[in-house]
């Protein structure tokens, strides 16, 4: 399994960046992992969910810090989950994973989806700074 992220970049406050995370290794329709999800690491800092999605049924989750601003979204054709971040502010500066759950109960989603230690494979990250 691989995940690939690609997408980050420099940008000034209050642009736009759409992460890509490119995956192989398993399909986004087979079911074999219910979530994938994005996670941010700061310097200094712990890593935080900022947004998952699940692959039974397209429902999705954000961090608070980020809802409103962010979209992810999945694409079954392409195997890719993208992350639409919008408005950016200089505190979503960080390093971005993606990351893919198959050990995560299904049935207890919303209590594990942003939890990292739910996550079994990741991908390697790609940096975002937002500075003007």
């Known amino acids: 399994v691989q995940l690939q992220a690609s997408g980050g970049g420099l940008v000034q406050p209050g642009n736009s960046l759409r992460l890509s995370c490119t995956i192989s290794?398993?399909?986004?329709?087979?079911?074999?992992?219910?979530?994938i999800a994005w996670f941010r690491q700061a310097p200094g800092k712990e890593r935080e969910g900022v947004s998952a999605?699940?692959?039974?049924?397209?429902?999705?989750y954000y961090a608070d810090s980020v809802k409103g601003r962010f979209t992810i979204s999945s694409d079954n054709a392409k195997n890719t989950v993208y992350l639409q971040m919008n408005s950016l502010k200089p505190e979503d500066t960080a390093v971005y994973f993606c990351?893919?759950?198959?050990?995560?109960?299904?049935?207890?989603?919303?209590?594990?989806?942003?939890?990292?230690?739910?996550?079994?494979?990741w991908g390697q990250g790609t940096l975002v700074t937002v500075s003007s």
């Open positions: 290794g398993f399909t986004l329709d087979s079911k074999d992992y219910f979530a």
């Open positions: 990351a893919a759950s198959s050990i995560g109960n299904p049935l207890t989603v919303k209590l594990w989806v942003l939890y990292q230690y739910s996550y079994n494979d």
């Open positions: 999605i699940t692959t039974r049924d397209g429902s999705t």
